[in-house]
């Protein structure tokens, strides 16, 4: 069973930084969209940044647009999350998902395949 493990997350102060990394543990070549959600404390998951995997194209949530960058590497079959300028209100558990198409409407909606997150903490 395709698994992705997701790593990198923890305490920070505003302003920091912190860069996520999302592992698979099987090739997926026929997987199109990747992208990163969070989840904070009662509130629902949203989606956050996606990256189209043979394009390059990339998509970011406006809430982080300028502060975070999505990027992969296709040798290594590793997707990443660079989060700079980090707020408090970025306080949240991280996924990483995959899918086989984009769902511009609703990037959740593509996915196949999630990871069980990491928690990144955003202290004032």
């Known amino acids: 069973q395709v698994q992705l493990v997701e790593s990198g997350g923890g305490l920070v102060q505003a302003g920091g930084s912190l860069r996520l990394s999302c592992a698979p543990s099987?090739?997926?070549?026929?997987?199109?969209?990747w992208g990163w959600f969070r989840q904070a404390p009662g509130k629902e998951r949203e989606f956050v940044a996606g990256?189209?995997?043979?394009?390059?194209?990339?998509d970011y949530a406006n809430s982080v647009k300028g502060r975070f960058t999505i990027s992969r590497n296709s040798g290594q079959n590793m997707l990443y999350l660079q989060m700079n300028s980090l707020k408090p209100e970025d306080t949240a558990v991280y996924y990483c998902?995959?899918?086989?198409?984009?769902?511009?409407?609703?990037?959740?909606?593509?996915?196949?395949?999630w990871g069980k997150g990491t928690l990144v903490t955003v202290s004032p």
């Open positions: 990256i189209g995997w043979f394009d390059g194209n990339t």
């Open positions: 099987a090739r997926l070549f026929n997987m199109y969209y």
């Open positions: 998902a995959t899918g086989q198409r984009k769902v511009a409407s609703n990037p959740s909606g593509g996915m196949n395949y």
